[in-house]
């Protein structure tokens, strides 16, 4: 059974980075943009600006 709860998502997708990204891949994923959004559809455009910059890289970090 896979978590939902946010921070748990977050521990979990820092086992697949390497220690020299760790710090800004972190930072990026700060996601209080993302579920603080006013909307569903401003969420989604801040969980495409991550998917951007680190989706082709490490791609297990957004299947969680």
């Known amino acids: ?3 939902k709860c946010i921070i748990y998502q977050i521990c979990n997708s820092t086992r697949y980075l390497c220690y020299k990204d760790l710090k800004k891949v ?3 994923l700060n996601l ?3 579920y603080k959004a ?3 559809e401003m969420a989604l455009v801040e969980l495409n600006r991550f ?3 680190w989706g082709t890289k490490y791609p297990l970090i ?3």
């Open 32 to 34: 209080k943009p993302i």
């Open 38 to 40: 006013v909307s569903e």
């Open 1 to 3: 059974m896979k978590s």
């Open 26 to 28: 972190t930072a990026d």
């Open 62 to 64: 957004l299947r969680s």
């Open 51 to 53: 998917e951007e910059a």
